[in-house]
């Protein structure tokens, strides 16, 4: 139960500090994507299932609040979540720099699958090259933002788990 509700806390922060805080704090026309670096940070931390389960509540959540085509983002952030969660066994170096780039790159990647899908259901107006490069930017925010976000997140999930009792 308190792992549900760090969840719902983290991911209520993220899109609240998005919506109102840095919504006009822009990097040459881009905007930080909070959601998804805590849906790719949550899924570093407790892999596939959470993950993707994080990704869903974050995007629908982003969704709803954004009235913006109702799933788009939710499918983007559960498979993204996935898949990051998927990779973390492969990934067996303690480096401090590995999260930022491992956020860089999926938040890029995540930007161009909305594009592409958006583009695909008749909901994109701007061009590839456009989305291509917010995808960049966007990227290259949210690594700048992981090195403050990181930690704090990774406490928050680390108080969460059950203290684990032995019994003899």
Known sequence: ?????????VVVTALLL????LSDVTLLG???ELVYLVT??????EGPSVGAT??????MSQDFLLNAPKGITALTLTLLGYVVGT??????????ILPT?????GTFVGILFYGTVSFLLGQLDESFGYVLRIAALSGAYNAILTPLAF??????????????????
């Open 101 to 105: 780039v491992i956020v860089g790159a």
């Open 30 to 32: 881009a905007k930080p």
């Open 40 to 45: 790719i940070v949550f899924a570093m931390l």
């Open 87 to 96: 990779m973390r066994q492969y990934i067996v170096s303690g480096s401090p």
């Open 151 to 168: 930690p704090l997140i990774r406490r928050l999930a680390e108080g969460s788990e059950k203290q684990r009792v032995g019994r003899f």
């Open 54 to 59: 994080s990704g869903f509540v974050a995007g």
């Open 18 to 21: 998005q919506t109102t805080l």
């Open 1 to 9: 139960m308190r792992r549900v509700l760090v969840l719902a806390l």
